[in-house]
């Protein structure tokens, strides 16, 4: 969860476990031109991590490599993400910049021959000790917003996702946001029968009632009031994909962001509208492709709706106020956001 701070532990080789690294740090120091970053534009987990890339300046620092949305491979995700063969082949993909490889599993079997776990976005490669930095988005989302502020404006290095004066609530709030919204949703729609569907769509909407009147509470335009934290970019990652994505191919459509929670719904246009770095980072393509051409056991015909239009809503409301609380008011949702345990407003 992102109340964790990473510890830099060492790869062993043939895990599933992955890379903890951070930067900087005696093995990785916070070099220029030293990192590369492998990322999908559809994948919210890699989102987080090229929207803070973004925000803070550091796409000249940090180059990345992009794979297609599709296809995935079988269903254990065997050979995984690939590279388009040329930088044309589909807008917004690029070849392995860094290797010329074919598939991203060929990368991650540079970095430990026996490696079993998942070739998962996003992958931070460090050039000169020719090795993987990290692949688990929630630890690079903790230190990557301050890791290279020595080498950016200091406009951009006074950007702190992470303040002293909100640790608390940050840590009070992300494991919740984490769990019921943004794993939530993958829990609801990837669920193999009525029953545990009808289980896991609930905490889903539970967290959103919850965001809902949090965020009206602070009073915008960020989750906890005037400062941009990592819960913004947490929540944005993924709620810039439910109307889009969650509420038709998951099945998340107990209510829809833009029809039933106007705050949420001002604080997504805020963010898409107002913040260079969310609308940099995102994808529309990318991202409702991966989803209804890389799951077949969902969607077999692999058609990808044309809607909703708008992708976003225009209109950002400047005064919070005169928003109206929503919230969707079936029995076992209200129950269940009853239970999410309050953060200090």
């Not at 006074?158 to 919740?176: E, F, G, Q, T, V």
């Not at 947490?234 to 994909?241: D, E, G, N, P």
């Not at 890389?294 to 708008?310: C, D, K, L, Q």
Request: hydrophobic residues 40%; glycine residues 8%; proline residues 8%.
């Amino acid at each position: 969860m992102a109340s964790e701070s990473p510890s830099e532990q060492v790869h062993q080789p043939g895990t599933a476990d992955g890379w903890h690294g951070i930067i900087p740090s005696n093995a990785f120091p916070a070099e220029p031109n030293r990192y590369h970053l492998y990322i999908g534009l559809f994948c919210p987990f890699a989102h987080r991590v090229n929207f803070v890339r973004h925000l803070k300046g550091l796409t000249n620092i940090i180059r990345t490599s992009v794979v297609k949305p599709y296809p995935k491979g079988d269903s254990k995700g065997w050979p995984g993400w690939k590279f388009p063969a040329t930088d044309t082949e589909y807008p917004g993909a690029t070849v392995d910049n860094l290797f010329g490889e074919d598939y991203l599993h060929k990368v991650y079997f540079r970095a430990d021959p026996e490696y079993k776990g998942r070739y998962s976005v996003p992958l931070l490669w460090d050039t000169k000790s020719n090795t993987a930095v990290a692949n688990e988005s929630i630890d690079i989302l903790r230190w990557l917003p301050r890791a290279f502020d020595a080498h950016i404006p200091p406009a951009l290095a006074a950007i702190d996702l992470y303040p002293s004066h909100l640790r608390a609530k940050i840590d009070a709030i992300s494991p919740w946001l984490q769990a019921d919204l943004n794993t939530g949703v993958y829990k609801a729609g990837f669920a193999e029968t009525q029953e545990v569907y009808n289980e896991k769509v609930i905490p889903v909407f539970g967290a959103l009632n919850k965001l809902e009147r949090l965020v009206a509470a602070h009073g915008g335009p960020f989750v906890l009031g005037k400062e941009m934290t990592e819960l913004d970019v947490l929540l944005y990652a993924t709620l810039i994909r439910f109307d889009t994505v969650y509420v038709q191919h998951f099945k998340c459509n107990l209510g829809t962001i833009r029809h039933d929670y106007p705050v949420l719904n001002n604080w997504l246009k805020g963010m898409y509208w107002d913040v260079p770095a969310a609308r940099a980072s995102t994808d529309f393509r990318h991202i409702k492709e991966n989803y209804t051409k890389s799951h077949e056991m969902i969607n077999p015909r692999a058609i990808t709706p044309v809607g909703p239009y708008p992708d976003v809503e225009e209109g950002v409301e400047r005064d919070w106020g005169v928003l109206r609380v929503g919230g969707v008011k079936h029995p076992k949702v209200l129950e269940y956001e009853a239970g999410i345990p309050d953060a200090e407003v």
